[in-house]
């Protein structure tokens, strides 16, 4: 089953315009993935926030997370046509063996 | 290069027939996992081997479902009497440091 829910679904930006994503969760976790999917292709991992961290950077990518919310947001700045993608959350809970459980996505489109 | 193979990358059946996907890693790694991925969601977990061990099962995988792990190396997964609802992506992940390396997934789909 979805851990929970990704806001947008989908979202339509200008290239060089900052895009924001949100996740929602359900349960504790150990830590919280961003994935990216190209279309028709598997999934890369983009970066990693442990549940005690509450903010992390690595490139143009930015993650914050909010665990009395239960709930993170990645940030793109300075957009490219070329980060067109599906963006998912995942959570790693604790006990689960790494079984991540995903979050239904958000559809970015970078307009050139 | 995510160091997972899998093949083929699209299987298109007939409902009823017998479909098998494979997952070859190109290294060793004592766990392997297998998620579905139905259009417009994100990736479920179905099942994910430790060798050759099969240790947990989603409530997704239903009798018509069976993984295996002969040599705790590659994969295969194959769906008996396949209805239409199982037209999905079947990706194959390798664990890395804290996160997993997916596989470009068997797109099935099932008239």
């Known amino acids: 089953s979805q851990q929970g829910e990704e806001d947008p679904q989908a979202l339509s930006i200008q290239e060089g315009e900052n895009a924001t994503m949100n996740c929602s969760y359900k349960t504790s976790i150990n830590n919280l993935q961003w994935y990216r999917q190209n279309s028709g292709r598997g999934l890369v991992h983009l970066i990693l926030?442990?549940?005690?961290?509450r903010e992390k950077h690595s490139g143009r990518l930015r993650v914050t997370l909010d665990t009395s919310k239960k709930s993170s947001s990645l940030l793109i700045t300075a957009s490219r046509a070329a980060d067109t993608a599906s963006y998912f959350c995942a959570t790693d809970a604790a006990g689960s063996a790494r079984q991540l459980t995903f979050g239904s996505g958000t559809q970015l489109t970078v307009l050139p | 290069d995510t160091g997972v193979s899998q093949d083929p990358r699209h299987k298109i059946t007939k409902r009823g027939q017998n479909v098998t996907f494979r997952c070859d890693p190109i290294s060793e790694h004592n766990r392997l996992y297998w998620y579905r991925q139905t259009l417009g969601q994100g990736p479920e977990f179905l099942t994910y081997?430790?060798?050759?061990?099969?240790?947990?099962k989603s409530r997704l995988l239903s009798d018509r479902f069976s993984a295996e792990r002969p040599k705790g190396s590659f994969s295969t997964l194959e769906i008996q009497r396949t209805e239409q609802g199982d037209s999905a992506m079947y990706l194959c992940?390798?664990?890395?440091?804290?996160?997993?390396?997916f596989g470009s997934g068997t797109q099935l789909s099932v008239l």
């Open positions: 992940a390798l664990p890395g440091p804290e996160k997993l390396f």
């Open positions: 926030i442990r549940s005690n961290e």
């Open positions: 081997f430790q060798n050759e061990a099969q240790l947990e």
